[in-house]
Each structure stands twice: as C-alpha cells, then as structure tokens.
C-alpha cells in the first residue's frame, strides 16, 4: 500500500514542476508581468516628456515671443536702449 501512494505523490510532483519551473511556468509569468509594469511606467514618463517637447517646439513655431524667451534667458539678448544685468545666485 506504500509504494502506490510514493508513486502517485511522484507523478504529482512531475507533473507540477512545469507549472512552477518550467518555460511557461508560474515564476516566468511573474517576472514577465513585473517587467511589464516596468516597461509601462517608462513609456508613460517618456510619452509626457514627449509631449512637454512637443508643445515647445509648437511654441517655437507659431510665436516670437517664445523665441524671443529663449534667446533673453540663454544667449543674454537685449533689445537696443537696454542694459543687461546679470545677478549670480548663491
């Protein structure tokens, strides 16, 4: 009556170790949902980074005061009559 029941319990053992081991197995779909979270997360933070740049370059292209912005804050532009003052920051 022992060697039925090893038997049987063996089978089940063979037979769950694809479940939780093997290619498919329940540990693979894990790590793949996990990565898949991951992944979508970056493609959110990337799609409103995209948007933020597309928004400025429409700024850019329809308007000269954005231009104009750019030009002030990172090349020092003035426009004639005026002084430019530059105050360092601690």
Do not use: C
Request: net charge neutral; aromatic share 8%; hydrophobic share 45%.
């Amino acid at each position: 009556m022992r060697w039925p029941i090893l038997i049987l319990i063996a089978l089940v053992v063979l037979l769950q170790y694809p479940l939780w081991l093997g290619k498919g197995g329940w540990l693979r779909v894990w790590e793949v949902d996990r990565q898949l979270h991951a992944q979508r997360e970056e493609n959110l933070r990337l799609e409103q980074r995209n948007a933020a740049l597309a928004a400025e370059v429409n700024d850019l292209k329809s308007g000269n005061e954005a231009i104009e912005e750019r030009a002030r804050f990172e090349l020092g532009l003035t426009r004639p009559g005026e002084i430019y003052v530059q105050i360092p920051q601690r």
